[in-house]
């Protein structure tokens, strides 16, 4: 954690840098138009977009050129939470600013997208086919009576398809909603079945780390379990024949048809995510056009300083948000790079080699593949020319001290490294990228812009240099507008504003430094509380998991019912590793020295892996409760899961513990 002394950054931009950056260029417009304080930097227009909200807001629609069908009548009626009113009056479509760059004579033909696959040979579609499809695939989509408020889905991998079909979905004024084919059928239905879909986009099966994954059978047995669905459509990505029923891909999108993009009301639905769904069905989260498209435009034009030229990058599968927030490039005049297929095929520094391939200038990945890059050696500048990378961007979990030094070390020295995070919840970032700030190791630059991001103790009051709950005091308008099959809407205040009422409390802790930057520690439902010391997970894990002998870790903080406390870490071992006494030793060195003695574990124990969710999440509070005796059954939704024999290793030690218990 930053001490108050403010350490000095490991990178920060030049002045040049700082005055070319779309953040400078908007806080002057907004100083000279919206009342914005022209001098300060970032601290200053941040503190300005939380107090003037509504302001803020209409600056960011005035600036990006939001086209309204109809006006509307104030920024925000009602800035309750949950239920903000934003934009109440106004009508827009996504789509339509999606695919505004191909209305450019002088870009419609450049790259809207490039499609890679485990070949690394890079495809692009251009601005100008992409909208052809679109308008041809939404024109096809009304044709079979598909109307907005529809929901329409896809069980799709991260190929040019699937942004093509969300468009077209979105054209229409329907609802999106999506997941990746390697989903099991009961996760598909977990999902799906919640939302009642009248289309669904398929794939014959998918390729990754080199193989082909046959998917007929789960599709035959998703149109079995959907019987809401009034049409299938076959892409043949292994080059099978359209089961019988089925459309063809090819025929929905060969025409020329102008699109039309409905007009649709500021909170009307744009797409359903989900959450991982550990512990019961998903939630599934239901956020509005109007709502990501405001937070979107802000986020990736203004925070990841996108804009034409860029080549937009970041590994992600359409199972997750990141994959939403990725298209949404589109929005900024971006080229989106769409990866489909392993993050280490056929190596480990997979993804660095296409970012070589394709140009890409903003890198995105998981903090786990930074890890791994770190731990297998892999020297990204060494053996590929990454010139064109402005920013490597993380996300998933906090990324560790070591990786940000690698980053800087392996990339380039005048790298801009941006950990950021966010949620599905929202779809976007609480706090992360800011190209005008300092980057300093292991935190996360500042809170966003119409973020009133705060630290808080449980008695509700504001922290600084202290770990608390990380909570938003004030609306954003992509926070969902509802879950769906919530009609009283209790599920939804349950999520997020049980603790603090009329607060966001998000669920991870956070420390806010001195210096405005953000350090993640964790989810806090998962909290590591010992003789009243609160420590987050994720910092157990950066400490544990630079030892070379360990390939990951989890650690369980467990309230005995006599009153005591058990604290396990449980260690996956690299190739050729064992857990002696003399590892044993080390690890509980390390933790004491580097984090606390009151957090060194109980027992160290060797698991054959870790379970994650199936966004690649650890699974921290259904072990919890394997560990308390809760049956696998109920303590977990065996869909959301990654591998569930690896759950059975963690229900069969609570059985020994208790038979020992007596």
């Not at 039309?260 to 019961?280: A, I, K, N």
Request: hydrophobic share 40%; aromatic share 8%; proline share 8%.
């Amino acid at each position: 954690m930053t001490s108050a002394a403010n350490p000095a950054p490991l990178w920060q931009p030049d002045a040049d840098r700082i005055a070319a950056a779309r953040i400078t260029r908007f806080q002057a417009w907004a100083a000279e138009h919206h009342g914005a304080p022209a001098d300060g930097g970032y601290p200053a227009l941040h503190r300005w977009s939380v107090d003037r909200l509504e302001t803020f807001w209409q600056a960011v629609a005035d600036w990006f050129d939001v086209r309204f069908s109809t006006p509307y009548e104030r920024v925000l009626a009602d800035r309750g939470m949950p239920g903000a009113q934003w934009f109440p009056g106004a009508t827009l479509n996504y789509a339509e600013h999606a695919l505004r760059t191909a209305g450019d004579p002088t870009r419609a033909h450049e790259p809207a997208l490039i499609h890679v696959d485990e070949t690394h040979d890079p495809v692009p579609i251009s601005w100008a086919e992409l909208r052809r499809q679109v308008g041809s695939l939404a024109a096809e989509l009304r044709a079979l009576g598909v109307r907005p408020g529809d929901r329409v889905s896809g069980y799709l991998p991260n190929i040019p398809q699937a942004v093509t079909a969300l468009l077209a979905t979105a054209a229409v004024g329907a609802t999106w909603t999506s997941c990746a084919p390697d989903f099991g059928a009961r996760s598909v239905l977990d999902r799906f079945q919640q939302v009642e879909p009248v289309v669904l986009f398929t794939v014959d099966g998918y390729r990754y780390g080199g193989k082909e994954h046959d998917r007929a059978d789960v599709v035959a047995e998703l149109r079995r379990e959907l019987p809401t669905l009034r049409a299938v459509v076959h892409i043949p990505l292994l080059g099978t024949p359209a089961p019988e029923g089925a459309l063809e891909w090819s025929a929905l999108t060969a025409g020329d048809a102008e699109p039309v993009f409905e007009p649709v009301p500021f909170d009307h639905p744009l797409w359903v995510l989900y959450s991982s769904g550990t512990t019961g069905l998903p939630k599934a989260i239901v956020q509005s056009q109007g709502g990501i498209l405001l937070e979107h435009f802000k986020q990736l034009g203004l925070h990841c300083d996108l804009g034409p030229g860029d080549r937009f990058f970041w590994y992600t599968s359409t199972g997750w948000m990141m994959w939403n927030f990725l298209v949404s490039g589109l929005l900024t005049g971006t080229t989106v790079v769409l990866y489909d297929g392993s993050p280490g095929h056929p190596d480990t520094g997979a993804q660095w080699a296409i970012a070589e391939r394709t140009g890409t200038t903003l890198f995105g990945t998981s903090a786990a593949y930074v890890m791994a890059c770190r731990k297998a050696g892999v020297h990204p500048s060494r053996d590929h020319d990454l010139s064109r990378i402005q920013c490597v961007a993380t996300t998933g979990s906090p990324l560790p001290p070591d990786g940000f030094r690698w980053l800087h070390d392996e990339v380039r020295e005048d790298l801009w490294i941006a950990s950021v995070s966010g949620g599905t919840d929202v779809c976007s970032c609480f706090a992360g990228a800011v190209p005008t700030l300092p980057v300093h190791i292991g935190e996360l630059q500042a809170a966003c812009l119409g973020t009133d991001l705060q630290s808080w103790d449980p008695h509700g009051k504001p922290v600084v240099g202290e770990v608390g709950e990380l909570v938003v005091t004030n609306p954003m308008p992509s926070m969902p507008i509802r879950f769906w099959n919530d009609p009283d809407g209790s599920r939804y205040r349950d999520s997020y504003f049980e603790m603090f009422p009329g607060v966001w409390r998000h669920g991870d802790w956070i420390t806010i430094t001195d210096h405005g930057s953000v350090v993640i520690h964790g989810r806090s439902d998962s909290t590591l509380n010992r003789q009243g010391v609160r420590m987050g997970s994720a910092d157990i894990y950066e400490a544990v998991e630079r030892l070379p002998e360990i390939r990951e870790s989890l650690v369980i903080g467990l309230e005995e019912p006599d009153g005591g406390y058990w604290m396990p870490l449980f260690v996956h071992l690299a190739p050729g590793a064992a857990l002696d006494d003399e590892l044993r030793a080390r690890i509980k060195r390390t933790i004491r020295e580097q984090l606390s003695p009151r957090h060194v574990p109980d027992d160290i124990i060797e698991v054959p892996g870790v379970p994650h969710t199936l966004t690649g999440k650890r699974i921290e509070v259904p072990v919890k409760r394997l560990l308390q005796g809760t049956a696998l059954t109920k303590a977990v939704n065996p869909g959301s899961v990654d591998n569930l024999d690896l759950l059975r290793f963690y229900e069969e030690l609570a059985r020994k513990r208790g038979a020992e218990r007596g």
